[in-house]
């Protein structure tokens, strides 16, 4: 064993024990910082609105919530998943509203929908109740889509858009920077790759779309993710599964609001008054009650208010 995978093995072990004693010991841990950059946080707070908005079109929606027509990514690559109007819950469980989520990669929808989806490289199976994947493709163009699924992996018919973006080529440091002499162009290459960046290894529960300090304006969509467990109702819980909690407190430390998405939800809609607000995400065992991992914490700043 060379002595840069010895470390990195000492690395990741040292993370997982950190890991469960702050979980044991109820520990919380402050979301990621916007940018330090100027340009940087320029760039990524520009984008706010698009992460944010609230989209009531359709009551029950699946979207793949981090990739948009057109971006240029590095592989690998993450895809994060959001769902509404449903829960998540692992395959193999049956809940009239609730499934799990599949990644269509460079195919279509299945034209019957009875049929069951197939186990292929073209047909991505999250049955564990995951909140994202990550995806390595080849250099080119690629397309993606999310299609919902009982726990017979039987389409829902709920499903997101098609998503066309490139491939650029393998992921390496450092990644694309953000200049003041070609700001536009390289704001664009620098949000593309900083929203489709593999997570560290570990396991966490975070908020996806907003970053520890970000201005929002209400209401506010809130989404949620999971690492190294799988999300599932209250009542179908089980070893490595859980489901999320969302305490939004005021400035004085009052709450304003308290979410619990026992029914497997991973996303929440937000209305509240200008103001400094701290959000509290629990991700816990089937009584509600154990944290399974760090509470994650993340302070927002709603400075402004649109009508829905």
Same mark, same amino acid.
């Given at each position: 064993m060379t002595r840069g995978v010895l470390r990195g093995v000492v690395r990741g072990v040292v993370r997982g024990v950190v890991t469960a004693c702050a979980a044991l010991h109820g520990a919380s841990v402050l979301a990621e910082a916007l940018p330090r950059d100027e340009l940087e946080r320029q760039c990524w707070l520009q984008h706010t609105r698009e992460r944010t908005r609230v989209r009531l079109i359709e009551p029950t929606a699946v979207d793949v919530s981090n990739l948009r027509d057109g971006y240029s990514v590095y592989s690998p690559f993450r895809i994060d998943f959001s769902i509404r109007g449903m829960g998540v819950i692992p395959a193999g469980k049956p809940h009239p509203r609730a499934g799990h989520h599949h990644v269509l990669v /460079? =195919?279509?929808?299945?034209?019957?929908?009875? %049929?069951?989806?197939? #186990?292929? /490289? #073209?047909?991505?199976h999250y049955g564990k109740g995951q909140t994202s994947a990550v995806l390595s493709l080849p250099p080119g163009?690629? &397309?993606? &889509? +999310? +299609?919902?699924? /009982?726990?017979?992996?039987?389409?829902? !018919?709920? !499903?997101?858009?098609?998503?066309?973006? =490139?491939?650029?080529?393998? *992921?390496?440091?450092? @990644?694309?920077?953000?200049?003041?002499a070609n700001f536009d162009t390289s704001c664009r290459d620098w949000y593309q790759d900083e929203v489709s960046r593999p997570r560290p290894e570990g396991t966490r529960a975070l908020i996806t779309n907003v970053r520890d300090g970000e201005p929002v304006i209400s209401p506010v969509n809130v989404r949620f993710a999971v690492d190294g467990f799988g999300v599932a109702p209250k009542g179908f819980g089980a070893d490595g599964l859980g489901h999320f909690v969302l305490e939004v407190l005021r400035g004085d430390n009052s709450t304003a609001q308290n979410v619990d998405l026992n029914n497997g939800a991973t996303q929440a809609t937000l209305l509240l008054a200008p103001g400094s607000y +701290? $959000? &509290? $995400? *629990? !991700?816990? %065992? /089937? =009584? @509600?009650? *154990? %944290? $399974?991992?760090?509470?994650?914490? =993340?302070?927002?700043?709603?400075?402004?208010q649109d009508r829905l």
């Open positions: /460079d =195919t279509p929808l299945p034209i019957n929908p009875g %049929d069951q989806i197939p #186990f292929n /490289d #073209f047909h991505r163009p690629h &397309r993606v &889509r +999310l +299609l919902f699924a /009982d726990h017979e992996h039987r389409p829902y !018919f709920v !499903f997101s858009p098609e998503v066309r973006f =490139t491939v650029r080529g393998p *992921r390496a440091a450092p @990644g694309p920077k953000v200049t003041r +701290l $959000l &509290r $995400l *629990r !991700f816990v %065992d /089937d =009584t @509600g009650r *154990r %944290d $399974l991992v760090p509470v994650s914490e =993340t302070r927002i700043i709603v400075n402004g």
